[in-house]
């Protein structure tokens, strides 16, 4: 029933809006524009998220994203379609960096399906990266050099640094690192004018490993720490993993081993929170070559086999080569020379397939062609220079041909205006007499203009009058809807707590049935010892006792044991009656709690447990199944203290009050973990819990390990 009302008032609240969105006359609003706003609203909400998230590596960052493209699929309105490139866009970086190739891939290929030049050019730059992880630098060079093109064509500064950043890398994967400084330079640049830090600072990143290429060590510390420091002040993990391993690097192979292990270890962190498979790997490398250096050969080896392992997630194929390589250093080191020469011929075979004649030549190509035609369309665009500027300068005489022209008009033009100036006199009386019949004609047209204001007005306060009485009956309604609603969630609340306090009754009645029957039980064991076991025993004493008279007993020996016989049997009786009163105290039912419980603590050996015990306000007799309850709880408090808790020393206070009755049972024996009773096998501690829940008071322990335990027990008295 309320999921109807909700239902109700939200067809009220959708119609009421639609009614004060529509035009004055009765315009209808089109609901496709209302699913259109709702879903692009969605749809730029999940990729702005995505793409926040996608920065920062989370993994949440595609369920966003996935969501967003999925909902733009088989939408024509070009909104949509854009939606789709941004998340395109945005998923295949995240998917590139995750080592995730395939995927990265694929929807890579998705962005060159859409046909729009700029998605096209960053899919390139995408397939480029792809192609530079997986060692495959001809592709890389080759895709990176048609996004250049296309970025130089519509002249996209940001998108010229990525793709030249980009080259400049595979550049330095080839070793020709003297290239690789002109563009990389080029892109840290372009990317700092822009304020494009995280960029900026990748891109010196790989600037750094250039000049480490051309030997310049000081440039190459410089560019790694000012690219680390930008990193970590934009909190950027993916850059700080790359950064603190080429770090880690420098100082091992300046010596500087503590600070190496400084920034290895911000490396590692920083890979692993962010999952790049592809830096993991190229850290175990370098980790190796870190623990070789300081002949820790076990952890170098396990190093060694991390990177390939890690390597091969990636498809980082510099980095498995790596692998291989370290791998055979130190089984050659461990003197398994057979078994290193597999490996080294695994490293040769890798490297040989990386680095080959044809694809240096094919890359060197690639670059002369782009020079090339770098150069051709430059002598083309001067070409179209100096046309233009023949084409202004024909444009000029034209101009001045056409001023002369016009001079020669403006003498006409005079020479005709001097005529008509005879004409105007004429005309100006002709004028002041048409003036005064306009003059009547506006008045009349003003009177005309006024009653149609009155008139208009009249029907926007009709109009007016009209809204305002819908909206008080939408009012009403919408009110007598919540009225109704809220009455209704009383009434169900209402019986929601009157069912609750039934079945807390039933619960009670439940229990005290229990304990009533466990009760008659005892009274009923009770009696049964007493007046059955109890009167057996005392007729077998004075059958024995009659028969011990009657027999005359001439050994000292057979007399001992006829005593002895008939102390046994008298013992066996007041241990029945003992038992049967425990069960069911004659002084509970006569004196009252206090005196029972003082009864019962008499019959304990004083020798082996003290017991003392304080009762106040025990005047009147309280309620029957009070006093049983309350009883067995003590008794059962007494019994666990004597059974388990090895005490010498045992204090009992008894108190009530107007609120209610206080018990506290403490003694001084070895406690328990108070956090585990509820592990506890026996049956004793639940007991309590039942009874004290029962009488709707509360039972508490406190003890520790050779330190006593309190039990505080509280009854409320109606």
């Known amino acids: 029933m309320s999921s109807q009302y909700i239902t109700f008032l939200r067809i009220i609240t959708y119609c009421a809006c639609c009614f004060f969105a529509a035009p004055a006359f009765g315009q209808k609003a089109k609901p496709s524009d209302a699913s259109f706003y709702a879903d692009s609203v969605k749809v730029s909400s999940l990729i702005t998220e995505g793409k926040k998230l996608a920065t920062n590596f989370d993994k949440k960052a595609p369920d966003n994203l996935l969501l967003a493209i999925r909902m733009c699929e088989g939408k024509s309105q070009p909104y949509f379609k854009q939606q789709q490139i941004l998340g395109f866009m945005a998923i295949g970086p995240y998917y590139l960096y995750k080592g995730r190739h395939d995927s990265a891939a694929y929807f890579y290929t998705r962005l060159m399906q859409t046909g729009d030049g700029m998605a096209m050019a960053r899919a390139n730059l995408g397939f480029g990266n792809i192609a530079d992880y997986k060692s495959d630098y001809e592709t890389a060079v080759s895709k990176n050099m048609l996004a250049l093109k296309y970025f130089e064509s519509i002249k996209d500064t940001s998108g010229m640094a990525a793709a030249s950043g980009n080259i400049g890398n595979s550049y330095i994967r080839l070793r020709q690192y003297q290239k690789a400084v002109g563009l ?84 590692l962190s920083n890979s692993w929170q962010i999952g790049d498979n592809g830096n993991i790997g190229l850290l175990y490398n370098n980790l190796s070559d870190f623990y070789l250096k300081q002949a820790k050969y076990d952890a170098a080896m396990l190093c060694v086999d991390s990177a390939w392992y890690y ?108 005529l008509q100036l005879k004409n105007k006199d004429q005309i100006l009386v002709n004028e002041r007499l048409d003036a005064e019949k306009k003059e009547q004609n506006i008045k009349s047209l003003q009177k005309q203009s006024r009653i149609q204001k009155l008139e208009l007005n009249n029907k926007a306060l009709q109009v007016k009058d009209r809204n305002l009485a819908i909206s008080i009956i939408l ?122 419980v003082k009864s019962f603590i008499e019959k304990i050996d004083a020798e082996s447990l003290k017991v003392t015990l304080d009762a106040k306000g025990f005047t009147d007799k309280l309620e029957s199944n009070v006093e049983v309850v309350l009883y067995r709880v003590i008794q059962e408090t007494v019994n666990n203290v004597i059974k388990h808790a090895k005490a010498d020393k045992l204090d009992i206070k008894l108190t009530r009050d107007a ?12 406690g328990f973990n108070t956090t585990l009773k509820d592990d506890f096998g026996g049956i004793g501690l639940k007991n309590i819990a039942t009874r004290i829940e029962y009488l709707k008071g509360t039972v508490d322990y406190l003890s520790a390990r050779n330190k006593g335990t309190t039990v505080k027990v509280w009854v409320p008295v109606m």
């Open 475 to 596: 009012i009403v309604i919408i009110a007598g809807a919540l009225v109704s609603y809220l009455f209704y969630n009383r009434y169900k609340l209402t019986q929601k707590a009157l069912l609750q306090a039934e079945m807390l009754h039933q619960q009670d009645l439940l229990t005290k049935a229990v304990l009533d029957a466990e009760e008659k039980e005892r009274q009923r064991i009770a009696g049964d010892l007493h007046d059955g076991v109890g009167q057996l025993f005392s007729a077998v004493k004075m059958n024995l006792t009659g028969i011990f008279e009657r027999v005359p007993l001439s050994r000292d020996e057979d007399r001992f044991l006829v005593e002895k016989t008939l102390a046994l049997v008298d013992e066996s009786c007041k241990e029945v009656r003992s038992i049967s009163h425990q069960m069911m105290p004659n002084m509970l039912l006569r004196s009252g709690i206090a005196s029972d």
């Open 311 to 418: 390597s091969q997630k990636s498809g980082d194929r510099l980095a498995q080569a790596d692998a291989m390589l370290g791998k055979a250093i130190l089984l050659h080191l461990q003197r398994k020379h057979v078994e290193a020469e597999k490996y080294s011929e695994r490293y040769i075979g890798i490297k040989d397939s990386i680095y080959t004649d044809k694809m240096q030549g094919k890359v060197a190509e690639m670059d002369v062609q782009y020079q090339t035609e770098k150069r051709e369309n430059r002598i083309a665009f001067l070409n179209v220079e100096n046309t233009n500027k023949s084409l202004l300068l024909k444009n000029s005489m034209l101009q001045n041909n056409k001023n002369q022209l016009q001079i020669t008009e403006q003498k006409q033009a005079l020479t005709i205006n001097r």
């Open 659 to 670: 609120a209610g009755i206080n018990a506290v049972i403490a003694d001084n024996g070895v």
């Open 184 to 267: 990389l330079t080029y892109a840290v640049d372009m990317f700092t004018k822009k304020g494009m830090k995280r960029q900026a600072a990748n891109n010196m990143g790989g600037l750094a490993r250039a000049y480490k290429g051309l030997g310049n060590t000081q440039k190459e510390l410089e560019l790694k720490l000012k690219a680390f420091s930008i990193f970590k002040a934009e909190g950027y993990k993916k850059g700080m993993a790359t950064l603190g391993t080429n770090l880690g690097v420098f100082y091992s192979n300046n010596g500087q081993q503590d600070e190496a292990e400084k920034y290895y270890k911000i490396a």
